[in-house]
């Protein structure tokens, strides 16, 4: 088995390089710099993760001055390929100490590459005082191979002015599942033009989401796929076409038209990871007229909830750190220790700790004008606390791909039952079964 995932994920992460073709960072020194002070990073987005980062440095400079950071800005693609071809070679020497993971990806590389990142369970830093959910990510039997880094907690965003408009509010909205949703949002559609959300095509995350709020996917317990049968699979695929049968839902083709149909379009609301947000505030014309809840629950659901996650990235200590501890207490002493650290990363960035202690700092309990002097912070901290913890398994990716093919075909009018078994019988292909 382990053979067949390696190959698998070689032959993905190759496929990604001739496709996305040599990554930013590749051709600089990316193994650990020679001074022991210094710790190479990898990492994608300047304006987020890289900017966090850099303030962490600032911060941990204060009591070890002669400490720095060599942060080789890496797309997540660029990494798996990078990742791909390291391990394939067996030579370890050319990761750096520290790098950022996507948390869907954490199950199947700790699982296929036993050696690539370090199990830090007893460096001392306390992970129970991170949320639940954001934990799981990275731990693995019962270890921790990272330290969690952004809150992706799931948020409803509505337009306040649009739904006043059709005659309703933000509580309206708030605590529904989503047979209520599609009500008012085919009652906001005939008044006003608007579509309640928006999404891109060929893409499953917004049925992920939905599976999530009620604590379950599509991994049996022994680690099998279930597709084909699963009732609750096809409840929130019934439920994605009808929102987009009745215009409650506007689905576009590409990342950039998802964007606009809220900022500058005719969608009244977005559902989305919490990282949205920045994206939301290019507006700056409606400033205030937005506001902020949870997310609409499955209907008819055992343990169905209003909350759920999507994205979200972890930091990981490789390997090659010739320097663990410094890694470590690096680590704990910034996004596992550091109020100063979040309070200041959060107006810039957008960046919501998953550190729970950040959450009790005066920045999170912040009035937020933007969404009509909400407190937003402080409400998705509170989301994050809520969202059910569930197995995403070594092969989400996969899983990913087979899911978003059924969800669209469905869409075009094909039968959910044959689309259903049409994607077990392909992520079975691919996991090499």
């Not at 930013?24 to 890289?50: H, R």
């Not at 959300?197 to 060929?202: D, K, R, Y």
Request: proline content about 3%; aromatic content about 10%; some cysteine.
């Amino acid at each position: 088995m382990k053979k067949k995932l390696l190959s698998l994920l070689l032959v993905t992460t190759m496929a990604v390089g001739m496709i996305t073709g040599c990554g930013s960072g590749g051709g600089k020194k990316s193994a650990s710099a020679d001074d022991e002070n210094t710790l190479t990073v990898w990492a994608w987005d300047q304006s987020f993760n890289i900017y966090a980062m850099k303030e962490a440095e600032k911060i941990y400079q204060k009591d070890h001055p002669d400490f720095k950071l060599n942060i080789v800005e890496t797309s997540w693609d660029d990494m798996q390929t990078q990742l791909g071809t390291i391990v394939g070679a067996g030579d370890y020497s050319k990761l750096p100490d520290i790098c950022l993971m996507q948390d869907f990806a954490y199950q199947k590389y700790v699982t296929t590459y036993p050696d690539l990142y370090q199990d830090i369970t007893d460096s001392g830093i306390d992970f129970s005082q991170f949320a639940e959910s954001k934990l799981a990510a990275s731990t693995i039997n019962g270890k921790n191979y990272g330290v969690p880094f952004d809150n992706g907690a799931e948020i409803a965003c509505y337009r306040t002015d649009i739904l006043k408009q059709a005659g309703y509010t933000l509580d309206d909205l708030t605590d529904i599942d989503w047979n209520k949703f599609i009500e008012i949002g085919k009652d906001v559609y005939a008044k006003t033009g608007y579509s309640l959300l928006s999404v891109q095509a060929e893409s499953a995350g917004l049925v992920n989401q939905m599976l999530q709020s009620a604590g379950t996917y599509i991994w049996t317990d022994d680690e099998k796929p279930e597709i084909e049968n699963n009732s609750d699979v096809k409840k929130c695929i019934e439920i994605y076409k009808e929102l987009a049968d009745t215009h409650v839902m506007n689905i576009v083709n590409s990342w950039d038209e998802y964007i606009a149909t809220f900022t500058s379009g005719k969608t009244a609301g977005v559902i989305n990871g919490c990282w949205i947000i920045a994206s939301i505030k290019t507006a700056e014309d409606l400033s205030g007229k937005w506001g902020i809840t949870n997310m609409p629950s499955l209907p008819d659901t055992p343990n169905a909830t209003n909350y759920s996650n999507s994205g979200g990235a972890t930091w990981a200590i490789t390997s090659n750190c010739k320097n663990t501890k410094l890694a470590e207490d690096f680590l704990a002493k910034t996004f596992a220790g550091s109020k100063e650290l979040y309070d200041t990363i959060l107006p810039n960035s957008g960046a919501l700790s998953t550190w729970l202690p950040a959450s009790e700092s005066d920045a999170y309990k912040e009035p937020q004008d933007f969404f009509g002097g909400q407190k937003i912070y402080e409400d998705i901290t509170e989301y994050a606390s809520k969202v059910p913890s569930v197995n995403l398994g070594v092969y989400f990716t996969e899983a990913d791909a087979a899911l978003a093919t059924a969800i669209a075909n469905v869409t075009g009018g094909a039968d959910i039952n044959s689309e259903l078994k049409n994607a077990q019988k392909t992520l079975e292909f691919n996991m090499g079964n």
